[in-house]
């Protein structure tokens, strides 16, 4: 998938239920869209892409022997959900996806447009050449379930049905937030970063939250930002994606990579060996965990010098362990097998999840000082959206016009991203706010800040706008993976928020803060 500020190129979006082949990356700046045609051509596939998950059992066998159900089913359900960042959405607090409802305060009505921001869905692992080279130089039989390192960080098939099941639940939920037919007028807005993962969720959650059914291809129209094919022009059912170019300053989405505050904490962390991530690797837990590892492994590794270690070589490293943990998560959410590198850590899994919730709570959560005010831009742009949707929907002369699919009122904007810009903006707008910070002191499994549920695969907060009587009387909602919540701005509120209060408890960084500034950015 191409865009050039030039020209338009297009491709068809096959339905998530699909195959499709993999798009490497993102190149210029362009912009999306989607229009409904009925094809069923797919994308182009090249070798290396082939591997479906039909293959998984030919690429990875079990790396000790077949495990019989019921040890597959005892590691399945100790790992499925503890797997940090790298959960599927589905398990990521092993409940099913059907939620309570809240009905709106008196004199208040339906939602009539909803805010996204959504981390997306699976992708194939960033190391997958480094897992290969672990079992490697284990001398244990697996390589990566989901193809070559060609695959590396794409978006896998579950990671589209994931965003497509999303949307389709939303839509569900708040139907005056989706028009049944998708067009310019219906005032819709998606953007993505250029990283082509979350731009194939974006067209996994349009296909779900619009009118698209399983025999829909829809054709992807890449062309310059703004600009619309002249052959599309006249299309009732086309919109864009909006899609930076890879080397823009994303303020709003990809805000941790233009901040040098948060590039140099990053680095500092890196460096601190007194910090809470490195002290828990060498704490007593992590030290047993890391000799079982080495005891399970079964077998000699080869030293620096070329000869056989015993199975409690200290070769076998933290950093080892950490990666086999890796290796179980993409075991899981790629191929569904847990009698790989799963069968090496279940027992200390626990362990691995909380390391890495260490980790992440002080590089992108409340741990980093700069979390908080990182995302400024982001949320200048949710609450700019709020207030355009407010006035359309005042300009909106009857019910029957907000209701109507080709009214102007602004219905929805859908933004997706990353882990890395979900985190600090839960943490901007307090959502941590009553969690002890985690320490390597010991392990907590009673914490509520745990990745596996707040920072899974395809993570989304959803904030709704529902109208009461005037844009003074507006309240939002929120949802964080699509349970209420209450932000702490709107504890004397409750789950309906008055928009205005909001605004009072983010005046700062909504008119006084300066990203720059703020991130000591060089002019």
Same mark, same amino acid.
């Given at each position: 998938?191409?865009?050039?500020?030039?020209?338009?190129?297009?491709?068809?979006?096959?339905?998530?239920?699909?195959?499709?082949?993999?798009?490497?990356?993102?190149?210029?700046?362009?912009?999306?869209?989607?229009?409904?045609?009925?094809?069923?051509?797919?994308?182009?596939?090249?070798? #290396?892409? $082939? @591997? /479906?998950?039909? %293959?998984?059992?030919?690429?990875?066998? *079990?790396?000790?022997? =077949? &495990?019989?159900?019921?040890?597959?089913?005892?590691?399945?359900?100790?790992?499925?959900?503890?797997?940090?960042?790298?959960?599927?959405?589905?398990?990521?607090?092993?409940?099913?996806?059907?939620?309570?409802?809240?009905?709106?305060?008196?004199?208040?009505?339906?939602?009539?447009?909803?805010?996204?921001?959504?981390?997306?869905?699976?992708?194939?692992?960033?190391?997958?050449?480094?897992?290969?080279?672990?079992?490697?130089?284990?001398?244990?039989?697996?390589?990566?379930?989901?193809?070559?390192?060609?695959?590396?960080?794409?978006?896998?098939?579950?990671?589209?049905?994931?965003?497509?099941?999303?949307?389709?639940?939303?839509?569900?939920?708040?139907?005056?937030?989706?028009?049944?037919?998708?067009?310019? #007028?219906? $005032? @819709? /807005?998606?953007? %993505?970063?250029?990283?082509?993962?979350? *731009?194939?969720?974006? =067209? &996994?959650?349009?296909?779900?939250?619009?009118?698209?059914?399983?025999?829909?291809?829809?054709?992807?129209?890449?062309?310059?930002?703004?600009?619309?094919?002249?052959?599309?022009?006249?299309?009732?059912?086309?919109?864009?994606?909006?899609?930076?170019?890879?080397?823009?300053?994303?303020?709003?989405?990809?805000?941790?990579?233009?901040?040098?505050?948060?590039?140099?904490?990053?680095?500092?962390?890196?460096?601190?060996?007194?910090?809470?991530?490195?002290?828990?690797?060498?704490?007593?837990?992590?030290?047993?965990a890391l000799a079982a590892f080495r005891r399970r492994v079964g077998r000699g590794v080869p030293n620096e010098a070329g000869s056989s270690t015993t199975t409690e070589s200290s070769s076998v490293s933290a950093a080892d362990l950490l990666l086999a943990y890796e290796g179980c998560a993409y075991d899981v959410v790629v191929a569904d097998a847990d009698d790989r590198w799963c069968g090496l850590v279940a027992d200390h899994v626990a362990v691995l999840e909380y390391a890495k919730d260490l980790d992440e709570w002080y590089e992108n959560g409340p741990g980093n000082p700069v979390a908080r005010t990182m995302p400024v831009e982001l949320l200048r742009d949710l609450v700019a959206a709020f207030d355009d949707a407010v006035a359309s929907s005042l300009a909106a002369a009857t019910e029957d016009d907000v209701r109507a699919p080709n009214t102007t009122r602004r219905r929805s904007a859908l933004r997706f991203a990353h882990a890395e810009t979900l985190l600090p903006l839960a943490t901007m707008l307090g959502l941590f706010d009553a969690q002890p910070a985690p320490t390597a002191a010991r392990l907590d499994d009673a914490r509520r800040f745990r990745t596996s549920v707040v920072a899974p695969m395809a993570a989304n907060l959803v904030a709704t706008l529902h109208p009461c009587g005037g844009a003074s009387a507006s309240k939002v909602k929120v949802l964080y993976n699509e349970r209420e919540v209450v932000l702490p701005a709107c504890a004397a509120e409750g789950v309906y928020c008055d928009l205005a209060t909001l605004k009072r408890a983010f005046h700062d960084a909504l008119h006084v803060w300066d990203f720059d500034a703020l991130c000591g950015n060089a002019d």
């Open positions: 998938l191409r865009g050039r500020p030039g020209g338009g190129a297009h491709h068809r979006v096959a339905h998530p239920r699909r195959a499709q082949a993999q798009p490497r990356g993102m190149g210029g700046v362009a912009s999306v869209m989607i229009l409904c045609a009925a094809s069923t051509t797919a994308w182009a596939t090249t070798e #290396a892409e $082939r @591997t /479906t998950t039909d %293959a998984v059992a030919e690429r990875a066998p *079990v790396l000790r022997r =077949e &495990a019989s159900s019921e040890e597959k089913n005892t590691i399945m359900d100790a790992v499925r959900g503890r797997l940090a960042t790298k959960t599927a959405y589905a398990s990521a607090d092993g409940a099913a996806r059907v939620f309570s409802e809240t009905p709106p305060p008196a004199g208040c009505g339906e939602a009539t447009f909803v805010n996204v921001v959504a981390r997306h869905g699976t992708r194939h692992s960033s190391k997958i050449a480094r897992l290969d080279a672990l079992a490697a130089r284990l001398g244990l039989p697996w390589r990566y379930p989901g193809g070559d390192a060609s695959q590396a960080s794409l978006l896998t098939p579950r990671g589209r049905e994931e965003h497509y099941e999303l949307a389709r639940r939303l839509r569900a939920r708040y139907p005056l937030a989706f028009a049944s037919v998708v067009s310019p #007028a219906s $005032r @819709t /807005t998606i953007r %993505a970063t250029s990283k082509s993962r979350a *731009v194939q969720s974006a =067209e &996994a959650f349009a296909l779900g939250a619009f009118d698209y059914d399983d025999d829909d291809d829809p054709a992807l129209v890449v062309t310059a930002s703004g600009g619309v094919p002249a052959e599309n022009e006249g299309s009732t059912r086309a919109f864009r994606v909006e899609i930076p170019a890879a080397n823009d300053s994303d303020r709003q989405l990809r805000f941790f990579d233009h901040c040098a505050a948060h590039a140099a904490w990053e680095a500092a962390l890196e460096r601190n060996a007194t910090s809470e991530y490195a002290r828990y690797l060498a704490s007593d837990e992590f030290e047993a």
